[in-house]
């Protein structure tokens, strides 16, 4: 069974990379979709908000399963 610990890095890990990747993203993604194009600091909360909604989640998740799978 992982550990709490092991289980947070391995989250915030994968999060700061999508992070990362997302808020890049949206520079080109969003107009595509007819929004306008973003400044730095709204892609950079935008996805922030996303992301620790995800990590949240995805934590939870993965001590649930811990918990009453393993």
């Given amino acids: 069974m992982q550990k709490f610990s092991v289980s947070v890095i391995e989250e915030v890990t994968k999060r700061a990379i999508t992070f990362i990747c997302a ?12 929004f306008r194009i973003p400044t730095f600091s709204e892609s950079f909360y935008m996805t922030g908000i996303f ?15 811990n918990k009453y799978i393993d």
């Avoid at 808020?23 to 007819?34: A, D, R, Y």
């Avoid at 992301?51 to 399963?65: A, K």
């Fill in 23 to 34: 808020v890049s993203l949206n520079f080109i993604v969003l107009p595509l979709f007819g």
């Fill in 51 to 65: 992301v620790t909604i995800s990590l949240t989640i995805g934590i939870i998740i993965r001590r649930l399963f």
